[in-house]
């Protein structure tokens, strides 16, 4: 049994080593008495985070010291995923890294993952969720330890209420090269199919070419009216081999480019600017171009779908502008996907 002074240090670095927090467990190895450990908490000197959980300079605790406090709870080996998990990526898309530290005694759900043999139940903050596909490797970032990113995509897009959501997650992480469409196949494929409907519907037209949310819902559109010979990121070049632009959507039998332009990447002076010199190539291209709004493809798609079909008619009408598709060019023109903007 160490001295008393010798035990109090090893607290301290116990828990200097986990951002201030020591398990129950811990404290018994060490060998601090539970009457101790009471009374501390009791005094208000130590903070209960979670049930044989501790943070032993007391006040509430950070977001940070809170996952790390839902691992150790757990134990190991458990992982964070979802939402949980996607902030530590660093994932924009559902305003995660726009979220303020929440207010403490409201604290934000945590999503955990455990075996699905680990009897831990979820309590206070923490969510735990059983599976019997833990990954076999897993990534520690920070102190604390995630799923692989496809994975806790998977797990958010799972929970998610809108389809909205889950296209604007799906199509950030696949445009920014966080992770690949095939990874994401393979993690709808082997994943659960409770709750996977918004995640499959998300992904299906990611894995055709398109790169935001509002790209995915116009692919939607474009296939629910069975338009024919489009072609979705598709590189353009003139009869020179010079190039024209990279249009989101490319109706090659008419020559009609399709431009998802939002005021959130085309607003400020470089958007502006680069918007003013595509439009600029187009027209001297001959091609015809149609600008629609994200927010009018989600609030009025019907309307959207009409003008669609009626500037169709118009390139239809004009002689086919001699333009076509670089097919050894990447389908995506490298811009990261945008949230739903004005």
Same mark, same amino acid.
């Given at each position: 049994m160490p001295r008393r002074s010798d035990s109090w240090r090893f607290v301290r670095e116990t828990a200097d080593s986990q951002l201030g927090l020591i398990t129950a467990r811990q404290l018994a190895e060490i060998g601090v008495h539970s009457a101790t450990v009471h $009374? &501390? *908490?009791? %005094? %208000?000197? !130590?903070t209960r985070v979670l049930p044989g959980v501790h943070l032993v300079d007391g006040g509430h605790p950070s977001r940070r010291q809170r996952e790390l406090a839902a691992l150790l709870y757990a134990g190991s080996p458990s992982a964070l995923t979802g939402t949980t998990a996607l902030r530590r990526y660093g994932v924009r898309s559902l305003h995660l890294q726009d979220v303020a530290d929440?207010? /403490?005694d409201r604290p934000e759900p945590v999503h955990l993952l455990v075996p699905h043999d680990r009897r831990r139940l979820s309590t206070g903050y923490v969510r735990v969720e059983r599976t019997r596909r833990f990954p076999e490797e897993v990534v520690r970032r920070n102190g +604390? +330890? *995630?799923v692989p990113l496809a994975r806790a995509v998977g797990d958010a897009a799972r929970r998610l209420r809108r389809d909205t959501d889950a296209s604007a997650l799906v199509s950030e992480v696949v445009q920014r090269g966080l992770v690949g469409v095939v990874d994401l196949e393979a993690e709808l494929a082997g994943g659960s199919r409770r709750g996977s409907a918004f995640f499959r519907r998300a992904l299906a037209p990611v @894995? &055709? %070419?398109a790169r935001s949310a509002p790209e995915s819902d116009l692919m939607r559109l474009i296939d629910e009216a069975a338009i024919p010979s489009v072609f979705y990121n598709a590189v353009l070049v003139d009869a020179a081999g010079v190039f024209v632009a990279s249009c989101d959507a490319w109706l090659d039998d008419v020559g009609l480019a399709i431009e998802v332009d939002s005021v959130q990447y085309h607003a400020g002076p470089e958007g502006f600017a680069s918007t003013v010199r595509r439009n600029a190539r187009y027209t001297a291209a001959g091609v015809l171009v149609h600008a629609v709004l994200p927010t009018d493809i989600r609030d009025h798609p019907q309307r959207? *779908?009409?003008? *669609?079909? $009626?500037? $169709?008619e118009s390139a239809a009408s004009r002689p086919r502008p001699e333009v076509y598709m670089d097919r050894h060019?990447? /389908? @995506? @023109?490298g811009r990261e996907g !945008? &949230? !739903?903007g004005a």
């Open positions: $009374r &501390r *908490l009791v %005094g %208000g000197m !130590w929440d207010e /403490p +604390v +330890v *995630l @894995s &055709r %070419g959207v *779908l009409a003008d *669609l079909l $009626r500037a $169709r060019a990447s /389908p @995506s @023109s !945008w &949230r !739903w």
